[in-house]
Each structure stands twice: as structure tokens, then as C-alpha cells.
């Protein structure tokens, strides 16, 4: 099939060289292949034939069946339009077009029947219909079209004329040349265990769906084959790494069990103890260690990742954890460092301010394997920085990493890949990091340490202001710090920096009785430094800051946080800020403020944060609300460019496709079976720089 797919789309009927340009620029699309996969976002339903004495404001699209009688152009230059009347047999209504006026005014004729399809809307009683599509009744062919596709199309598209009805046209075209190109691309077995329609009646039913009952089949099969050739994808690149790729084997653990025995200060969770046992297993298997550990605020992922340090450290190999801020970076070494120095444990920091004279000494150290283990940012990654044996790379908040920054990371032991262990503490919905990681283990630490308060959330509006300062007075006379944190984004920084130094004067007026604290993205590192410093030890009670608190920042006194203008953040951003309070003894609150006017998903980020604390339900919220693509700057990952698949509606399916593809490998790793052939020359078909296998090439 594949030569066929690959045939450039300027050589389709109608399309030619300058529509062709337009199509790759605009919507990728350069081939067949591509055309062909440019798939629906909607249908219009043109079963039912509306009355003009029907017409309602709440009506979607509709069809009318009626006459044209009399039209005339109204106004001047640019403001001319042009106004068609229609009348049925039970009353009339206006067709009016504001653009191409003239080309409408020649092609529309007086006293014809047409089919009329548009959205009424309301004007004085009167309804009319701005840019309806027209067909002569006459030229309406006996076609059993059920559902007519809408296609996305851009600005630049549509003003040069390619309209959905446009692509419309050239699917029909190019679906009568494709369809006897169109080969099966599963294996029977599949077809016939999850009774599929054949690829060829989905292609067809997907942009023109005989009925509801293929639509549904055709939309099934597809999303199956593109989860499954994901999946597949994944799983082999699976057992290429766990076939390949060694690891170092970590089997002695004698500091460890002394930590645990003398300097343990609490007792693990049964979820740190289990994913612990989970890591310690991969650490003694011989191979690589890909691990994704995942675990809400608060829920104890620097104890798990300094135990694993340790074991590294318990078999001569060294370790390094990586954090996307200074600030993060400084928090986890001194976490560290507290446990290390117990042990005697030789632990460093290396950021971007760590002092010339300092850095040699920590390069040195590094090199002649007398430093076990190192804190840091991006500082770590620089060529100069060596190991004697670097064994463990951690990685917190991983997302802020690209992948090739932390294959950089990697490639510091040229004998053996460091095991890896990715932390995060945005929890990843089950089906997304099923897609996202399918290449790792994932780890969950689903468990709260004993005695945390839940943190109470509300909604306040900026009306009740007032009445949250006195909240807030309260608070700090109880010997509480407080966090109020502004929005900022990036487009608009100056406005955002205007926002947040009014506010801070604000809350300065407010509490002239204590210590206000300023940190914000354009402070440098070490006065921010200073600051948070000065806010750690209780110098200042109130923290006002933009998000760069967001991530990690641990300051256990401080029990409010105010969200100014929560409806600017996403709802991931709000739990991770929420999530810098509660973290002692004390009970502690999150108060989101807003204005009146909301949107609907504000309002329902609003309510989910008020109604749990739950991270993995919030993340499933945000993932439904904003789509996987938006999540954690996962769109360059290629694994979520799907075509028609959603990952946030769609868990069923990714499950049945990913179990599918299990099975598929379990019984034919190298896809030699006859029965497997078909996706055997799907996969060959695909170039190799193809992200996306279910892509027709
Ligand atoms: P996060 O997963 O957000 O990185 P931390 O590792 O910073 O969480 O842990 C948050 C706080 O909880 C720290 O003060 C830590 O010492 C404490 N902690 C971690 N595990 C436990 C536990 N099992 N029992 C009690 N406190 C714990
Ligand atoms: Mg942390």
C-alpha cells in the first residue's frame, strides 16, 4: 500500500501545486497517506430537514428545505451584504453572506429551490442564517450520506477559499482512487478476537459513515490500531532495552540497614517501603534500572531517593540527583545532607553559583570517586564534571529536562548507563503514563505519611478580601507564614511583574506589623536565595511570590497559601502550589482567590481543588480538561500526536490495545508468524523517523 500513500497531494484531482503548498504549510499534510488521516473533528447530521416556522436560537446546524425569493445587496464598499429571502410553506426567513458578496450575488438565482444548511439566530423575532451553504434542490444527489464530516482548516486556509467543504471534496475524490489501495494493516487474529471493521470500511466510514453503527465501528477500529501500534512500539523498545542494556549489580546494603536501624527519625509508609523493595530488586537484576517513581507533594519522595542513593553508595558506586532550580536543588541537598552527615557520608552541591574555587574541588573530588553523591542543576551536565563511577542518576520534576539533557547525564559512565530513577511529583493519570512511559517501570507512592492534616481548600472572592487578611493577621499571630503567590505569564511578564509588585505594596500597607518577603523569576539567584533564606528562618511571615516557589520549597511553618487570581492557573499549577503548605504539624489552608466573572473550566478547577486534595484524581481532572497535550510539556514527545485517539477519553481502548500487543509478542517476538504479517509490512512500510506507527506511509 505504501506507494500509493505516498503519492504527493499536489497530483489529487483539484488539488494542484498551489492548494498542495497551502495543505503542507498549514495542516501537514503532503501525501495520500496524509489526506487521508486528516480525519473529522465533527459531523453535521444532514438526516433531518428543519421548518423555517421550527427555527429556535438553541438549534445547532440545520437544514432547510426552501425557496429563494428575492435578493438584494445592501450597504456600501466594505460593509456591503448581501440579504436572500426564503420562505417554506410555513414561513420565511433571511439569508444574508458579508463576504464574496458579489461572487454570492451572481451564483445564488432567484425563484429556485435549495437546500439551505446554517445556524438560525434571532433578530427582532425575525430568524435568518449568515453564511449558509447552498445546494440546489435539483443537483441534491440520491446519496446516503449520513453524517457530513467537518474538517479543521486554518485562517489562512479559508482565505484562500479551502473550506471544510473544500477537504470534504477532496476526500471524496481521493477516497474513490484509495479505496482498492487500502490494505488490511492487522493481523485476522485481532480483526476476528475484537471484531474490528477492516481498515479499508473505516477509512471510508470515518469521513463518510454510512450510519451511526459503522461511524461507531470505523472510530473503534482506528483508535485501536493507533493505540496498538503505539504500544507495540513501545513494548519492543522495551525488550530491546531490558535484552541490551546492563547494569551495574548493587547487591551490598551494610549502611543501609545501619540507617534504618540508628538514624531513621520516622517510619517509612508501607508505599515508600514497597517501592524501595521495587528499586532494590532492579538494582540487583544485572540490568538497568528505567524507573519512574511517582508520588504526590509531600508524600515522602526524598527518603526513597536518598535510601537508593545509599545503596549505590553501599556497593562503591556514586550518585547524582538532578533538580530543575537552584532553589529545588538546595532544598533537596540540604534534606540530604542531613541524612548523609549522620552516615559521614561525603555528599556536594553543584549549581550554577557554586564559586570557581569550589567547583574545581568538587571536579576533583568527583573524579577520584571520593565524593559519593551530588546535589545540583544543570551545572552537572557540563563536560568538565567527571565521575570515578557514577552509578545512579536521579531526576526530579522531570519534565523541566529534555531528553537530550539527561542522555548527557547518562553518558557520564562509559563503561555502564547509570541506573535511572525519574521522580515526579505531578501525578501522571495511569493512561497517559502508560503512553508516555510505556518504556519505564513505574513506581507510586499512593500513600500519605501518618498524622498529615488534610489541607482545607477555599474559594474566596476578591470582595471578601478583607476578611481573608484578618484570616491571614490570625495566622501569623499564631506563629504561622503565609504564601501568596501571583500568576505570571510569559507574554504579558510586564503586566504579571506590575501585578505582583502592587501586590506585594499592597500587602505591605496591609501588615505594616510584619515582614514581607519579595521572590520573583527576575531576582538573581542569590537574592532570591537571600530572600527564601530570610523567609526559611522566619525572618519575614509573608511570602509574595510569583510561581518560581511552585516546585519543592519546603518551609514546614508556613500553613496558608492565597492563590491571587487562581483562575490564571492550571490545575496541576494549583495543586503543586497547595502543596507548599501543609507540610507540619499544623492544620493548614489554601484560599484561591478570584474575581466574579469565571469561565466554566475555571470554575470546575475552582471546585476540584476545593473538593480534594487527591493528586491523581486532579491530574485526570486537568487531563480532561486541557487535553494530554498541554501536560507537562509532552507535545514534543511525539508519542501523543495522535491522530484520533484522546488519551483522556480513551483508557478503555489504550487498555485492550496495549494487553493486544502483549499478547501479539508474547507469541511472536519478531513478528515471523504468517498470521502476523500484516503488521509486520505495516511496521516496514513506516519510515524509521516515524514517531507515530499507526501513521499510514
Ligand atoms: P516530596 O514527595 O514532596 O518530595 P518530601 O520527601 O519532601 O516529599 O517529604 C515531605 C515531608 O515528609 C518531609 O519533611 C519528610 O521528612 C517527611 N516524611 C517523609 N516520609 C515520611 C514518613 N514516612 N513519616 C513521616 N514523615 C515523613
Ligand atoms: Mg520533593
Known amino acids: 500500500m505504501s506507494n500509493f500513500f505516498h503519492t504527493k497531494i499536489e497530483f489529487l484531482k483539484g488539488v494542484g501545486p498551489q492548494r498542495a503548498e497551502l495543505l503542507q504549510k498549514e495542516l501537514n499534510i503532503y501525501t495520500y497517506g496524509d489526506l487521508i488521516q486528516h480525519y473529522p473533528f465533527r459531523y453535521l447530521d444532514r438526516t433531518q430537514f428543519y421548518k423555517i416556522a421550527e427555527m429556535d436560537e438553541s438549534l445547532p446546524y440545520v437544514q432547510v428545505k426552501g425557496t429563494i425569493k428575492g435578493k438584494e445587496l445592501l450597504g456600501e464598499g466594505r460593509k456591503q451584504r448581501l440579504a436572500a429571502r426564503l420562505i417554506d410553506e410555513t414561513g420565511e426567513m433571511e439569508l444574508v453572506w458579508f463576504k464574496g458578496v458579489k461572487w454570492m450575488e451572481k451564483s445564488v438565482k432567484n425563484h429556485t429551490e435549495y437546500i439551505v444548511f446554517g445556524k438560525p439566530t434571532e433578530f427582532n423575532g425575525k430568524f435568518s442564517m449568515a453564511h449558509p451553504e447552498l445546494e440546489e434542490l435539483s443537483e441534491v444527489k440520491q446519496t446516503n450520506a449520513f453524517l457530513q464530516p467537518v474538517y479543521h482548516t486554518t485562517e489562512k486556509l479559508k482565505a484562500h477559499r479551502i473550506e471544510s467543504k473544500t477537504i470534504m471534496k477532496m476526500m471524496e475524490m481521493l477516497i474513490k482512487v484509495a479505496a482498492p489501495n487500502i490494505h488490511e494493516t492487522l493481523s485476522p487474529e485481532l480483526i476476528d478476537h475484537y471484531r474490528l471493521m477492516n481498515k479499508r470500511d473505516a477509512l471510508i466510514n470515518i469521513h463518510f459513515p454510512e450510519s451511526v453503527e459503522k461511524y461507531n465501528a470505523a472510530k473503534f477500529r482506528l483508535k485501536f490500531e493507533e493505540l496498538f501500534y503505539i504500544q507495540l512500539r513501545l513494548l519492543r523498545q522495551k525488550t530491546v532495552r531490558r535484552a541490551d542494556l546492563a547494569g551495574q549489580v548493587f547487591k551490598q546494603v551494610p549502611t543501609v540497614t545501619e540507617f534504618y536501624k540508628n538514624h531513621m527519625t520516622f517510619d517509612l509508609t508501607g508505599a515508600q517501603k514497597r517501592v524501595i523493595k521495587e528499586i532494590h530488586k532492579d538494582l540487583t537484576a544485572g540490568k538497568q534500572m528505567n524507573r519512574l517513581l511517582q508520588g504526590d507533594v509531600g508524600s515522602g519522595k526524598t527518603i526513597v531517593a536518598f535510601i537508593t542513593m545509599l545503596i549505590a553508595a553501599d556497593n562503591g558506586a556514586q550518585s547524582v540527583l538532578m533538580a ?45 570517586g571520593e565524593m559519593k553523591m551530588i546535589v545540583g542543576t544543570h551545572a552537572l551536565l557540563e563536560d568538565v564534571v567527571q565521575f570515578q563511577n557514577l552509578g545512579l542518576c536521579i531526576v526530579d520534576e522531570q519534565h523541566r529536562f529534555g531528553v537530550e539533557q539527561r542522555s548527557k547525564l547518562w553518558r557520564k559512565n562509559p563503561r555502564v548507563i547509570p541506573h535511572v530513577l525519574v521522580m515526579t511529583a505531578t501525578p501522571i493519570p495511569r493512561t497517559l503514563a502508560m503512553t508516555l512511559y510505556g518504556d519505564l517501570d513505574v513506581s507510586v507512592i499512593d500513600e500519605m505519611p501518618a498524622g498529615r492534616k488534610e489541607i482545607v481548600t477555599v474559594h474566596r472572592f476578591d470582595s471578601h478580601r478583607l476578611r481573608v487578611f484578618q484570616f491571614v493577621r490570625d495566622q501569623i499571630k499564631l506563629g504561622r507564614q503565609v504564601y501568596i503567590v501571583y500568576p505570571l505569564i510569559e507574554e504579558s511578564e510586564g503586566m504579571d511583574y506590575k501585578d505582583l509588585t502592587d501586590g506585594y505594596e499592597s500587602i505591605r500597607r496591609a501588615f505594616p506589623e510584619y515582614q514581607v518577603s519579595m521572590v520573583h523569576g527576575k531576582l538573581k539567584p542569590q537574592d532570591k536565595d537571600y530572600e527564601m533564606q530570610r523567609f526559611v528562618k522566619n525572618e519575614t511571615q509573608i511570602m509574595v511570590a510569583t510561581t518560581v516557589i511552585e516546585v519543592g520549597v519546603n518551609v514546614p511553618n508556613a500553613s496558608v497559601m492565597i492563590i491571587e487570581s487562581a483562575e490564571r492557573f492550571g490545575l496541576s499549577q494549583l495543586h503543586q502550589l497547595r502543596g507548599r503548605v501543609g507540610r507540619g504539624a499544623e492544620q493548614s489552608y489554601c484560599i484561591l482567590m478570584t474575581g466574579y466573572k469565571l469561565s466554566k473550566d475555571s470554575k470546575t478547577r475552582l471546585e476540584t481543588m476545593v473538593r480534594t486534595n487527591n493528586g491523581f484524581e486532579i491530574a485526570d481532572i486537568d487531563l480532561k480538561l486541557r487535553g494530554p497535550g498541554d501536560l507537562m510539556g509532552t507535545q514534543q514527545s511525539g508519542v501523543l500526536d495522535l491522530l484520533i485517539a484522546d488519551l483522556s477519553k480513551d483508557a478503555p481502548i489504550l487498555q485492550e490495545a496495549r494487553a493486544a500487543a502483549q499478547r501479539v509478542l508474547e507469541a511472536d517476538a519478531q513478528l515471523e508468524k504468517p498470521e502476523n504479517q500484516n503488521i509486520r509490512r505495516h511496521i516496514q512500510s513506516l519510515s524509521a523517523n516515524t514517531i507515530n506507527w499507526s501513521r499510514i506511509s
Open 324 to 368: 530543575p532550580t537552584e532553589i529545588l536543588a538546595d532544598q533537596h541537598y540540604v534534606g540530604l545532607k542531613a541524612f548523609a552527615d549522620r552516615l559521614g557520608i561525603n555528599i556536594g552541591k553543584l549549581t550554577g553559583s557554586t564559586k570557581t574555587k569550589d567547583r574545581k574541588e568538587l571536579h576533583e573530588q568527583l573524579r577520584s
